[in-house]
């Protein structure tokens, strides 16, 4: 199992950035895959997830209207397209998998930094 982060940068308040992770090693087409972040200090917070069956969105009241999560199954990839950034939004993100029996999976991590 494989997930590889890539997008991440600096931008200024109000910009967006489009993360993205491509999967392998696992049946992503019916697998459920989330997005968390990490700010410096604090804990691994949820951001949000892409449901396998349905293809239901949701998440975190923190970036409700101004992040959307998409799931490509030709590509094996997994988008998080952030729009109107603002400072907190500071913080390494990482795309998350958890497979059967139950284990998790995660990538390395792609640092976003949002500062005028």
């Known amino acids: 199992v494989q997930l590889v982060e890539s997008g991440g940068g600096l931008v200024q308040p109000g910009e967006s950035l489009r993360l993205s992770c491509a999967a392998s090693?696992?049946?992503?087409?019916?697998?459920?895959m989330r997005w968390y972040r990490q700010a410096p200090g604090n804990e691994r917070q949820w951001v949000a997830t892409?449901?396998?069956?349905?293809?239901?969105?949701f998440y975190a009241d923190f970036v409700k209207g101004r992040f959307t999560i998409s799931k490509d199954n030709a590509t094996n990839t997994v988008y998080l397209q952030m729009n109107s950034l603002k400072p907190e939004d500071t913080a390494v993100y990482y795309c998350?998998?958890?497979?059967?029996?139950?284990?998790?999976?995660w990538g390395q991590g792609t640092q976003v930094t949002v500062s005028s």
């Open positions: 892409f449901t396998d069956f349905g293809g239901y969105t």
């Open positions: 998350h998998a958890r497979l059967p029996p139950g284990e998790d999976y």
């Open positions: 090693g696992f049946a992503f087409g019916s697998s459920t």
